[in-house]
């Protein structure tokens, strides 16, 4: 039987917008088959990027299919001379399911790895769940994609019982300026790490950077000198972009849900940690850029995650706390999440010239350095 042709063309918002909201509604997200909720617009996800495209399958005048693209530099390992390299993130691909096994999702990535090459891009990646089978076997087995970092998804709840941070630690909120100083200095290596990082901490939905450090120890000196101990983060207002909505929660979630409500209820002194209602649709708050130095910088990176659930507490949307470090990330230790929200992620990259094909196969045999940055325009 032969399929009928398709078309990709370049997403119109006047017109497209309602049939891409439509088709998000249709495509269940993830194992939990969360909703992605763009509350107006579709292009939120890649809007604040240096450069970016969406493309829209359509057939017989309805529209099946859709992809997102970006383009940035960023530091990457191995890669004279200056480990800096173009990179392009397929990201938001989505087939109607009444429309899959038809070559449509193929013909969407084709067309944005066409793209990322027209604009001289090195490398392509993707990201998705460890369990998505589907995504990886389209990405690896029929696009050459290679497996790359596997970087843990943090998740920790908002519950509206503020947390205590010890009187001995100091929490000081830095402007741009000195925040893209501290970045370039301690995490320019990084990979991943953007090369446009003052971009990302402009935008209003980057709600500020904190620095935390003990009480008593050296200050952050104007010629650079910064505590013995010391740690650092931004925060990403996602809950102003897009919203999340859970179809449906694993029963363990769900008992847990609301038993733990119940008890909340009855014993309030208790102050017990409450999941909130993810079948609604709410917001988060991701943390990015966390870094960490010293021999008691763990603890202080403990306080930096209270502070930002305590604001993300006041926020009306925000029910959520979330952070992507890597895999071998020590900074896994230190910041506060649960077991059963959380997740594995997986990046799986290609070489999209020639003449990098040396440096792509020493960069995804070499052992993962262990962090990761992960940038908040791509959550």
Not at 52 to 67: P, R, S
Not at 336 to 357: F, G, R, T, Y
Request: with cysteine; net charge positive; hydrophobic share 40%.
């Amino acid at each position: 039987m032969a399929f009928k042709k398709f078309i990709i063309r370049s997403y119109e918002g006047h017109s497209d917008k309602a049939h891409v909201e439509d088709l998000e509604r249709r495509c269940k997200i993830g194992p939990s088959e969360s909703v992605l909720v763009t509350m107006g617009d579709p292009m939120c996800r890649i809007r604040n990027s240096p450069m970016y495209i969406m493309l829209v399958a359509e057939m017989d005048n309805e529209l099946i299919g859709v992809i997102q693209g970006l383009i940035k530099m960023v530091t990457v390992h191995s890669h004279p001379p200056k480990d800096m390299a173009k990179v392009g993130y397929v990201l938001g691909l989505r087939v109607s399911p009444h429309s899959r096994r038809k070559g449509i999702g193929s013909g969407l990535v084709h067309r944005v790895e066409e793209w990322f090459s027209s604009n001289d891009v090195e490398y392509a990646y993707m990201a998705t769940e460890k369990e998505n089978h589907v995504s990886l076997n389209l990405f690896m087995n029929k696009f050459g994609y290679t497996k790359f970092r596997t970087p843990t998804i943090l998740v920790n709840p908002v519950n509206y019982h503020p947390f205590q941070i010890s009187s001995n630690i100091e929490i000081t909120k830095v402007k741009v300026e000195k925040a893209e100083y501290l970045y370039r200095r301690f995490m320019g290596a990084t990979e991943f790490f953007p090369s446009d990082i003052q971009n990302i901490l402009k935008k209003k939905l980057s709600l500020g950077t904190w620095v935390a450090n003990f009480k008593g120890d050296s200050d952050f000196g104007l010629d650079g000198q910064v505590p013995n101990s010391w740690a650092m983060l931004s925060v990403w207002n996602c809950a102003e972009i897009f919203k999340l909505r859970l179809g449906k929660a694993p029963l363990s979630c769900m008992l847990f849900t609301k038993s733990w409500g119940l008890i909340d209820r009855i014993f309030p002194c208790m102050k017990l940690p409450t999941l909130p209602n993810f079948f609604s649709p709410f917001g988060f708050y991701f943390m990015y850029g966390v870094y960490q130095e010293g021999p008691f910088s763990g603890k202080l990176v403990r306080a930096l995650c209270k502070f930002v659930h305590n604001m993300a507490s006041r926020s009306e949307h925000c029910k959520i706390i979330v952070t992507e470090v890597g895999g071998r990330d020590d900074l896994i230790h230190h910041i506060p999440h649960w077991k059963l929200l959380s997740c594995q992620d997986m990046w799986c990259i290609k070489a999209l010239k020639n003449e990098v094909s040396n440096k792509f196969h020493k960069l995804t045999n070499v052992p993962s350095p262990g962090a990761l940055f992960v940038d908040p325009r791509e959550v």
